[in-house]
């Protein structure tokens, strides 16, 4: 079991779910106080674009991908008109780049056709758009638009899961879950942290439980 971090306050070990997620979110803020989105991005459009793009694929691959993309089709406007074969070739590296190709002008022309160019704030409306579901939603909603959202990705649900937060493995109900256990304006920060801490401490494979800030709660916690 890890030793307490230095930024580890002195109190009592968390029984309920709910008291885990706050200690945890208090934990991950002081762990990686400058956690953001890690796609390049400069408007909501480009974030909304980048995320479709993530899918079965590495932020750094995506943002590999982006400056070519975005330079070629600037707005959403562009990229509705966009000939598939030419914007497939464009996102190729992404992985399952037709499809991808297809849900990118197919998200434009929802825009262009229904919300003005606009990117929209309401959760129904961006889920409406093609290649778009509650995570990507959620992204741009907490990330673009300052709204609330907590996206669920694998490292969300993995660690959620391990922490004892949630039994349930379909990532809409674990949204709905985690979502009334944090401040519904710090729930994509929430979000972000778990994907970091996922990433770089609390891996798939081999947990570092070692040098995990979490260790003195975690019910997974490996000897």
């Keep these: 079991m890890a030793a307490p971090s230095e930024h580890t306050p002195a109190r009592r070990r968390p029984r309920t779910p709910a008291g885990r997620a706050r200690r945890t979110h208090e ?31 590495t932020d750094a691959r995506v943002n590999q991908v982006t400056p070519a993309l975005f330079a070629r089709y600037p707005t959403p406007a562009d990229l509705a008109e966009a000939d598939p074969e030419e914007l497939e070739e464009i996102i190729r590296s992404t992985g399952f780049f037709r499809s991808k190709a297809k849900s990118l002008i197919g998200m434009a022309d ?16 961006l889920t409406s758009l093609p290649g778009v579901g509650r995570k990507t939603a959620n992204v741009v909603r907490s990330v673009a638009l300052g709204l609330p959202g ?10 959620s899961k ?11 109900r ?18 972000l942290r778990l994907i970091l801490h ?22 997974s916690v490996q000897a």
Excluded at 162 to 172: F, I, K, N, S, Y
């Design 174 to 191: 674990v949204e709905h879950e985690l979502g009334p256990m944090v401040p519904a304006a710090e729930r994509g920060e929430f979000s």
């Design 150 to 159: 907590l996206p669920v990705d694998t490292h969300v649900l993995r660690l």
């Design 162 to 172: 391990r922490l004892g937060l949630t039994e349930d493995d379909d990532p809409v």
């Design 198 to 219: 996922g990433r770089r401490v609390c891996a798939a494979r081999r947990p570092a439980c070692e040098r995990c800030v979490l260790a003195s709660f975690c019910p």
């Design 110 to 125: 929802g825009l262009v056709d229904r919300f003005g160019g606009e990117v929209p704030g309401a959760m129904a409306d």
């Design 27 to 57: 934990l991950l803020a002081l762990e990686y106080p400058e956690a953001h989105c890690e796609l390049d991005h400069r408007d909501a459009y480009e974030l909304l674009a980048a995320t479709i793009l993530s899918a079965q694929c």
